[in-house]
């Protein structure tokens, strides 16, 4: 079981707006930057949000990141069929290590 | 542009020694931290570890009895090795390069390898 917790699936259609949560603690999301990752089948992950809210250079402003106590949310907005994917959040968990959530498997209906 | 390159035995018996190496090339070698995450079969990420240009480990607690990981400066290479596998260390291994500017941000991984299988069986 992960120390960041994400629901398992999420969906919607084309040009819809979409959130994906991802819940921790004090120790992690509470006090430290989150990141976000996308990975597409059969590739390896991609840097999609970096220190909560920031986004790397090539990334659609359609991606983006917001804390709020220990959760933090990614929200694409405009969905396309190519979001579809596996999402995880990131963040340091105080003291010990780097810990991802699940993962949230995203379909473009 | 900036790769980094994988490589390593795929299949392997319980209670060897995993040994993966990745390579950068061109770019910068010092100037970032490098990491190790793996995938299990239909599971999610896990982070491993990472290791500075000079040598500095961070290690996932969970694995650090058993890993080791070293810096080759002057191949602009890093390795993991893990010791004593079992069917749970069965993933894919993925190396990434970890962002340092004021400090390393372990999780601001912003180039990946593509990712070496690894199977444990008897």
């Known amino acids: 079981q992960s120390v960041l917790t994400q629901s398992p699936s999420a969906s919607g259609t084309p040009g819809q707006r979409i959130t994906i949560s991802c819940s921790g603690s004090?120790?992690?999301?509470?006090?430290?930057?989150v990141y976000w990752y996308q990975q597409l089948p059969g590739a390896a992950p991609k840097l999609l949000i970096y220190?909560?809210?920031q986004r790397p250079s090539g990334v659609p402003d359609r991606f983006s990141g917001s804390k709020s106590g220990t959760s933090a949310s990614l929200t694409i907005s405009g969905l396309r069929s190519e979001d579809e994917a596996d999402y995880y959040c990131?963040?340091?968990?105080?003291?010990?290590?780097?810990?991802f959530g699940g993962g949230t498997r995203l379909t473009v209906l | 542009q900036v790769q980094l390159q994988q490589w390593g035995a795929g299949l392997l018996k319980p209670s060897e020694t995993l040994s993966l190496t990745c390579a950068v090339y061109?770019?910068?070698?010092?100037?970032?931290?490098w990491s190790w995450i793996r995938q299990s079969p239909g599971k999610g990420l896990e982070w491993i570890g990472e290791?500075?240009?000079?040598?500095?480990?961070k290690y996932n607690p969970s694995l650090k009895s058993r890993l080791t990981m070293s810096v080759d400066t002057s191949k602009n290479q890093f390795s993991l090795k893990l010791s004593s596998v079992t069917a749970a260390d069965t993933a894919v291994y993925y190396c990434?390069?970890?962002?340092?500017?004021?400090?390393?941000?372990?999780?601001?991984?912003?180039?990946w390898g593509k990712g070496t299988t690894v199977t444990v069986s008897p």
């Open positions: 990434a390069r970890a962002y340092c500017g004021g400090g390393c941000y372990s999780l601001f991984l912003d180039l």
């Open positions: 061109v770019g910068s070698f010092s100037g970032y931290s």
């Open positions: 290791i500075s240009h000079s040598g500095d480990t």
């Open positions: 004090s120790s992690n999301i509470g006090s430290n930057y």
């Open positions: 220190w909560t809210d």
């Open positions: 990131a963040a340091w968990n105080d003291g010990l290590s780097a810990v």
